[in-house]
């Protein structure tokens, strides 16, 4: 099994703000982990670093065969790594569909095009020539989705995608999530919610100041124990 993402020992910082102490995780081919733990306890952080927004003092990580040393922005994406952010961050001024177009960029081509992300998602055709910002935010969650499928990714980064949402929309975005890992995309999902984790993950990291602290696979009985992870 190839290791698509591996941190390994990663300290990372704001500016004299130590946040990741010595942080290991690592993400394989086709896998669905789910990174948690209670609020602020870094897990928006491991992203950040990972794109250069926060900055790497100490440990390794490794995109596919990459060493990358000297994280930016741009770099995960074209090593097949993409993010869904947290807060979404649909350009506002452009299209839903031009939302889309930019996540092609990096030119990777594989299953994913503009007509599929409609059939995933048969709202974003329905408002393809609205401004993007101009949708519901269930309906923007579903176009940061989209915009990075177009990037047709090995894996997919999400940034507590669900937060804020209304029940209905949540079991429509795991449905979705289900959806394109059973295409072969791997997740990395950032959750608060459990119960999403225990539909969609098969492996779950669990954070504590600035590490992870706890792994195990997910079950049936997993429920209570993922709570655990975040109770405050
Ligand atoms: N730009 C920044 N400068 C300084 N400190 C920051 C910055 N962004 C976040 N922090 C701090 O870093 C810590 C980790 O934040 P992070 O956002 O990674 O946590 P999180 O686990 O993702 O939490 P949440 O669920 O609230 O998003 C927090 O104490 C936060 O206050």
Same mark, same amino acid.
């Given at each position: 099994?190839?290791?698509?993402?591996?941190?390994?020992?990663?300290? =990372?910082?704001?500016?004299?703000?130590?946040i990741?102490?010595?942080?290991?995780?690592?993400?394989?081919?086709?896998?669905?982990?789910?990174?948690?733990?209670?609020?602020?306890?870094?897990?928006?952080?491991?992203?950040?670093?990972? +794109?250069?927004?926060?900055?790497?003092?100490?440990?390794?990580?490794?995109?596919?065969?990459? =060493?990358?040393?000297?994280?930016?922005?741009?770099i995960?994406?074209?090593?097949?790594?993409?993010?869904?952010?947290?807060?979404?961050?649909?350009?506002?001024?452009?299209?839903?569909? $031009?939302? +889309?177009? +930019?996540?092609?960029?990096?030119?990777?081509?594989?299953?994913?095009?503009?007509?599929?992300?409609?059939?995933? @998602?048969?709202?974003?055709? $329905?408002?393809?020539?609205?401004?993007?910002?101009?949708?519901?935010?269930?309906?923007? /969650?579903?176009?940061?989705?989209?915009?990075?499928?177009? =990037?047709?990714?090995?894996?997919?980064?999400?940034? $507590?995608p669900?937060?804020? +949402?209304?029940?209905?929309?949540?079991?429509?975005?795991?449905?979705? @999530?289900?959806?394109?890992?059973? /295409?072969?995309?791997?997740?990395?999902?950032?959750?608060?919610n459990?119960?999403?984790?225990?539909?969609?993950?098969?492996? @779950?990291?669990?954070?504590?100041?600035? =590490?992870?602290v706890?792994?195990?696979r997910?079950?049936?009985?997993?429920?209570?124990?993922?709570?655990?992870?975040?109770?405050?």
């Amino acid at each position: 099994m190839k290791t698509l993402l591996a941190l390994d020992k990663v300290n =990372a910082f704001y500016g004299a703000a130590h946040i990741l102490h010595g942080l290991s995780l690592h993400v394989n081919e086709g896998e669905r982990v789910a990174l948690i733990g209670r609020n602020g306890v870094g897990k928006t952080t491991v992203v950040n670093t990972i +794109l250069g927004l926060a900055s790497l003092r100490g440990g390794d990580i490794r995109l596919r065969d990459y =060493a990358l040393t000297k994280p930016r922005t741009y770099i995960a994406a074209q090593h097949g790594i993409v993010v869904v952010p947290q807060g979404r961050r649909i350009v506002a001024n452009l299209t839903v569909e $031009e939302n +889309l177009q +930019l996540g092609a960029a990096t030119g990777r081509k594989g299953h994913w095009t503009v007509p599929r992300i409609y059939e995933l @998602f048969p709202i974003l055709q $329905e408002r393809a020539h609205t401004p993007g910002t101009a949708l519901s935010g269930g309906q923007q /969650q579903m176009l940061a989705v989209g915009r990075a499928l177009m =990037a047709n990714p090995a894996l997919i980064l999400l940034d $507590e995608p669900t937060e804020g +949402l209304a029940p209905v929309i949540v079991d429509q975005l795991g449905r979705i @999530f289900n959806q394109v890992a059973a /295409q072969g995309t791997a997740l990395l999902l950032i959750e608060q919610n459990m119960t999403l984790v225990a539909r969609v993950a098969e492996r @779950f990291c669990a954070m504590a100041k600035g =590490a992870v602290v706890a792994e195990g696979r997910v079950h049936e009985g997993s429920l209570d124990e993922l709570h655990r992870h975040v109770m405050v």
